[in-house]
């Protein structure tokens, strides 16, 4: 199923972050070309994500959310009075105001995002409602080593939290990295919290991805708006298409923007050529099973502690204790 491109062109503007232009030309460099999904989440794509996750199509974030709200009782259970809770890729707080409801005496609650202007409106939303709540947001690209708030580091536990089955973007090898480089983030003793989508028959997982209301097709092709924004590129986003489909044998989810026609961009100072039919990957979202899930985390020093499903097993929210960074 393809969707043709919505967006307009965007006027240029100078670029706000050297590292996404050098990502993005090394990227469209690259063969097959390819962008990092992180970089979907400017505010626009920030929005439009939180507009797939209530699409009729998209069961992920409700079933996460059924589990969060039938088991959040118990889930809060791992998280000790006096500890710092620190959402990775927070975006908003719908998921984590759930477990805040059983957990009222954090020392402090850290969200840690890439999109600052999101990541501040929805701390700032929080505090208000929450008054009592220390809330320190962390702009940071969790991927890479960050530092955490003083509150944080002097808190008498450290929770990590990483729902919406983000997991699944990495490449397994990117994941294995992401959980070992979080271990040292939280330190010994740790917890950690995440959210994964389970393997599942390919006809709900293409739906998923291709709703009929093009909203998907839009944050993909978003990603070509930001790059006309911010790296003065000259992408016309109506000779691109969206396509996304389930690879069976690597057991995930790819989305892809394909060139209609043989097309030459400018891209921050440099020429790219397009062949007819050639692709920017821009995302890939593994699906996992409960067991190869815990050999991941296992294998970079995270002991499995338990695992919560919706009555479908389409989705899971597992729960790991960090013991010491594998050899």
Same mark, same amino acid.
């Not at 393997?199 to 291709?210: D, F, G, M, S, V």
């Not at 990603?223 to 690879?247: M, V």
């Given at each position: 199923m393809v969707a043709l491109a919505r967006v307009q062109h965007a006027t240029p503007q100078p670029a706000a972050d050297p590292q996404f232009a050098a990502d993005v030309l090394a990227?469209?460099?690259a063969t097959p070309k390819r962008i990092p999904a992180k970089y979907f989440y400017d505010s626009e794509g920030s929005r439009l994500f939180e507009e797939i996750t209530a699409l009729p199509e998209y069961y992920p974030t409700r079933c996460e959310m059924k589990i969060l709200r039938e088991q959040g009782g118990e889930i809060a259970g791992l998280i000790p009075e006096g500890a710092a809770l620190i959402e990775l890729g927070s975006g908003s707080t719908k998921k984590v105001r759930i477990l805040l409801k059983h957990a009222p005496k954090l020392a402090v609650y850290v969200p840690v995002d890439i999109s600052a202007e999101f990541l501040r409106r929805e701390a700032a939303e929080l505090r208000r409602n929450r008054p009592e709540l220390p809330v320190v947001p962390v702009v940071a690209d969790f991927c890479k080593p960050f530092g955490l708030p003083e509150m944080a580091r002097t808190a008498s536990a450290r929770v990590g939290l990483f729902p919406g089955s983000t997991i699944g973007n +990495? @490449? %397994?090898? @990117?994941?294995?990295? +992401?959980?070992?480089?979080?271990?040292?983030?939280?330190?010994? /003793?740790?917890?950690?919290?995440? /959210?994964?989508?389970?393997?599942? %028959? %390919?006809?709900?997982?293409?739906?998923? &991805?291709?709703?009929?209301?093009?909203?998907?097709?839009?944050?993909?092709?978003?990603?070509?708006?930001?790059?006309?924004? @911010?790296?003065?590129?000259?992408?016309? %986003?109506?000779?691109?298409?969206?396509?996304? +489909? &389930?690879?069976?044998?690597?057991?995930?989810?790819?989305?892809?923007l394909a060139s209609l026609k043989r097309q030459k961009v400018r891209v921050g100072g440099e020429t790219v050529d397009f062949r007819a039919g050639e692709t920017i990957h821009t995302e890939n979202s593994y699906k996992y099973s409960v067991d190869s899930l815990n050999a991941l985390a296992s294998g970079v020093g995270w002991t499995p502690l338990q695992v919560w499903t919706d009555p479908d097993k389409y989705f899971a929210v597992a729960a790991f204790r960090f013991a010491a960074p594998a050899a």
């Open positions: 990227g469209l460099k +990495f @490449e %397994p090898h @990117e994941a294995a990295d +992401f959980l070992r480089n979080i271990g040292k983030i939280l330190g010994t /003793g740790a917890t950690l919290i995440v /959210g994964v989508d389970l393997i599942k %028959p %390919p006809e709900i997982l293409n739906a998923a &991805y291709n709703d009929k209301q093009g909203v998907t097709a839009d944050f993909n092709f978003n990603l070509l708006t930001r790059i006309n924004r @911010e790296l003065g590129a000259h992408f016309k %986003p109506e000779f691109f298409e969206h396509h996304a +489909f &389930y690879n069976r044998e690597r057991n995930r989810i790819e989305m892809h």
